[in-house]
């Protein structure tokens, strides 16, 4: 009869019913042979049998909660139990813990009345025994059988309750886990980009200055000059130091960068966005070139981010990323259909009917255009409710250096 699924707790349960029973089984037959009755011999010998039918079925695998194996037990613990009715008046009181053993083996729809045909036949076993009638012989069994009912279906809501409260606690140190692991990797993408901007801002743009400037003097040198031989292993050695910091600039790039091209990054995020509720198309104008690594972290950040909003609060069906390649400058384009919000204000929710996520409230419109303004470009965010919300974003491109390498 054990409950595998219910806290420790309930082995001290069901040791105190185990203690109650055949304490009373041992109470009727101690009375019966003291009290001389007249069939002492049989309640003792229906109080030994109860009490080993009981500890078989209490120490056997089978008898389970809801089975048939524990019905068989249960029917005939009460036949046994019937028969100790007949014999002694004494045999009543060990209905209370069959009330129990019945509430915890029978579905409810069954445990109930059974409870009520047992109160009933401890109340007739009484009268049949010509005890004395008093309001206690009515009264004892039907609340001893409420004092059970309400005890089994008050534990058994304290623990559904206590069951909630654990898969809570699961669930919630399972989503401060995944929150820890989602602010590390944001750290971390975001400590690399910082790494390639400056890298790309300071070392390259310093050693490119200095490859230029020596390319200026080795051009104004004789070329047998003294000085000519150590100029140009200078303007080598910074070709050199500059192409190592590219390298360390492009290993600093975000995943989605880092195996192929700024076009099949917003290739693989229209796909991967893509579902039953939202379609995603991506598509590219005029002729591709190089971006500088931080032009491209840029136009990927502000795409993902305006794709994220449209997903997260438009309700768009319907949404167009266009990387726009022009003769000075570079343009992203996100455009979704869906609620749209009043210029400058904060999108509503949903069922308000208006807001795209990108409004003036959020904190990803102000990092757009903080990526904007230091690359010297702009963002621009067109929307109206129910019109839907186009972002914008638009940089120059670098200029191009005399070795070919850009000057951004």
Request: glycine share 8%.
């Amino acid at each position: 009869m054990e409950s595998p699924v219910h806290p420790p707790v309930a082995a001290a349960l069901r040791l105190c019913l185990h203690a109650l029973l055949l304490g009373l089984l041992a109470l009727a037959a101690v009375k019966a042979v003291s009290g001389g009755a007249q069939h002492a011999t049989a309640v003792v010998a229906v109080c030994c049998v109860l009490a080993a039918v009981y500890a078989a079925g209490a120490l056997a695998p089978v008898v389970q909660p809801r089975t048939r194996a524990g019905a068989c037990w249960l029917a005939v613990l009460g036949a046994l139990w019937l028969v100790l009715l007949v014999l002694s008046p004494d045999g009543l009181w060990v209905a209370f813990p069959l009330y129990f053993l019945q509430l915890h083996l029978l579905p409810m729809r069954w445990s109930l009345p059974a409870v009520g045909v047992t109160a009933a036949a401890a109340i007739t076993s009484f009268l049949l025994h010509g005890q004395a009638v008093t309001p206690g012989t009515f009264i004892g069994p039907l609340l001893g059988a409420a004092v059970a009912v309400a005890t089994v279906l008050g534990y058994d809501a304290l623990f559904r309750e206590s069951e909630r409260r654990r898969e809570l606690i699961e669930e919630l140190v399972s989503t401060r886990a995944e929150l820890a692991a989602a602010e590390r990797t944001a750290g971390t993408l975001a400590e690399r980009e910082r790494l390639a901007r400056e890298i790309h801002d300071t070392l390259a743009q310093g050693l490119s200055s200095i490859q230029l400037l020596l390319r200026a003097a080795e051009r104004t040198l004789a070329p047998d000059a003294p000085a000519a031989p150590h100029v140009r292993q200078a303007r080598e050695a910074a070709q050199d130091n500059l192409a190592e910091a590219r390298r360390f600039v492009r290993a600093l790039t975000p995943p989605d960068l880092e195996n192929g091209s700024l076009a099949g990054a917003l290739e693989r995020l229209s796909t991967r966005t893509t579902d039953s509720a939202l379609t995603v198309q991506f598509a590219v104008s005029g002729t591709p070139v190089e971006l500088p690594t931080p032009y491209e972290v840029a136009l990927l950040r502000t795409a993902q981010s305006a794709l994220a909003n449209t997903v997260q609060h438009a309700e768009a069906r319907r949404a167009e990323i266009t990387l726009s390649f022009m003769d000075t400058s570079v343009s992203l384009d996100v455009v979704d259909d869906g609620h749209g919000f009043a210029a400058g204000g904060r999108p509503a929710a949903p069922d308000a009917a208006s807001g795209s996520g990108t409004g003036t409230g959020g904190f990803g419109l102000p990092a757009m255009r903080s990526r904007a303004r230091s690359l010297g470009g702009t963002l621009s965010v067109e929307s109206a409710p129910g019109q839907g919300t186009a972002v914008a974003l638009t940089l120059p491109l670098p200029v191009a250096a005399p070795n070919g390498q850009d000057s951004a």
